[in-house]
């Protein structure tokens, strides 16, 4: 059967009247050998890239990754991505990316043979890794002017990023690693021991120095460093509403506050001003609720103005998940060149983060 099958037109006839579901099917046989002779059949038909995505339609990718047959077809649908021509090395990054499994991406998506570049990892320390050309094939696809293969690769993309069980929206703004002592609520804006007072937009709101000095570099560098502010009772903020530095000082003095979308970006700025990290992931999270397809641009625009990594982030999946939609826009081909190298960014890092874990967790996290 394998040497019946090297053969080209007889593929063809095979394909052509439906032979392939029989084949899955002898897969489930008992006894070995005719598995193993189906199986490598089915590798046959794959060799030929007009036969991929009828296997791909019938579930036999699928079906040769479940059970003893999933080291046998890995191999050999990566050696088809290595030596078979582009595109079929296309249609089966694409499989792999919807099919893998979560903890397959290291072994199909990062190898010793790819595209060089350096990772500042969770160490501290650069590692050297190689991400492999398959990356780079499902990446190459959003540039394609093909819009259905810029949409399958987006599709691929995005499955790829989420694959695995997802976290809370909880997680999505986690406490500072840092332990800190809050005075509390009844302090906000309290003139009872208050050594400063600011002046926004014309109003006196009274704080304490040990407050703000814990609370951040900056208030530090202000309050005990050089500047004018060290000796000075009133300090004047002239870029700020008076709402929302109400609501950046709460956060100072409690450690939570509640972000409202239309204080959102505001108060990310305001947090990226003063060096509030944990305030700064409030306002990401907020924000990232509520993008839209009219809007993402102008997010994503917003998230590389203030260094919000967890909203740019969001974008970028935002991007690939609605890429369709997105499409239809005339700024679409200007967006997608923009986050191509963030996208590969993004990729690199959480894949390097999947390998240091090597927990099945998607690379982000869905609510």
Not at 94 to 101: E, Q, R, T, V
């Amino acid at each position: 059967m394998i040497f019946f099958l090297q053969d080209a037109h007889n593929q063809v006839g095979i394909v052509q009247s439906g032979g392939i579901v029989p084949l899955l099917s002898l897969l489930d046989s008992k006894g070995g050998p005719l598995q193993h002779n189906s199986a490598f059949a089915l590798y046959g038909l794959a060799e030929n890239e007009d036969n991929v995505v009828d296997l791909i339609k019938t579930g036999g990718v699928q079906k040769l990754l479940e059970g003893d047959f999933i080291a046998q077809a890995l191999s050999h649908l990566l050696y088809l991505m290595r030596t078979a021509a582009k595109a079929v090395q296309k249609r089966v990054a694409l499989a792999l990316a919807h099919l893998c499994a979560p903890n397959d991406r290291k072994t199909i998506f990062v190898d010793n043979n790819g595209i060089a570049v350096f990772y500042f990892n969770c160490h501290h320390s650069f590692l050297f890794l190689h991400i492999d050309y398959r990356l780079e094939l499902l990446l190459g696809l959003l540039e394609s002017k093909s819009f259905k293969q810029q949409k399958d690769g987006s599709e691929a993309l995005y499955k790829l990023a989420t694959k695995g069980t997802s976290l809370s929206s909880v997680d999505a703004a986690p406490v500072s690693p840092t332990a800190q002592v809050y005075l509390g609520e009844q302090y906000v804006n309290n003139p009872t021991l208050s050594d400063v007072t600011f002046l926004v937009e014309g109003k006196r709101f009274y704080a304490h120095r040990i407050c703000l000095l814990a609370s951040s570099d900056a208030f530090r560098a202000m309050f005990d460093g050089g500047y004018r502010e060290r000796d000075a009772k009133d300090v004047e903020i002239p870029n700020i509403r008076w709402d929302v530095f109400v609501l950046m000082m709460r956060y100072i003095y409690t450690g939570s506050v509640t972000v409202e979308i239309d204080h959102a970006q505001e108060l990310l700025r305001a947090a990226d001003q003063y060096l509030l990290e944990g305030l700064k992931r409030l306002c990401e999270y907020a924000i990232a609720q509520d993008i839209s397809v009219e809007d993402v641009m102008l997010m994503y625009e917003l998230a590389e103005a203030f260094n919000a990594t967890t909203l740019r982030e969001t974008c970028l999946l935002f991007i690939l998940e609605q890429f369709e939609r997105i499409s239809t826009k005339p700024w679409c081909g200007r967006l997608i060149q923009r986050v191509i190298p963030d996208l590969r960014n993004f990729f690199v890092s959480a894949l390097v983060k999947c390998c240091d874990s090597n927990v099945s967790s998607p690379l982000w996290p869905l609510d």
